[in-house]
């Protein structure tokens, strides 16, 4: 299966759908993402952006997920901000915490007043 992002105001994922791998496989085995977008646009009858995810994060950083926004610019997925002291990664297009988690076996919490972890 391929799958595409519904992007709508701001680059924002809006759906995201599956389509058989065949509709965006040219004559010579390539995938092209513009044939899906071809295809995903004549069958809704419609003039909308998709841009192409992958589960397993081969294309774009990240799979889509409703409420992602497309970073034109990184080629990327970028999930919506956790807390607002969270920087992105600029490797994984994913926001890591200003400080790293205790890996000591207990469960934490991230408590934004403090910007730290919070012992559960």
Known sequence: MAY?????TGNIVEKVISINNAVITDANGVEQEQLGNDFINKLYNTRDVWKQTS?????RKNYAGVGYTYDQQRDAFIPPKP???WILNEDTCRWDAPVVK??????????ETIQNWELI
């Open 83 to 85: 807390y607002n002291s």
């Open 55 to 59: 589960y397993n994060n081969n294309i």
């Open 4 to 8: 595409f992002a519904k992007l709508g």
């Open 102 to 111: 205790p890996n000591d076996g207990q469960n934490y919490k991230w408590n």
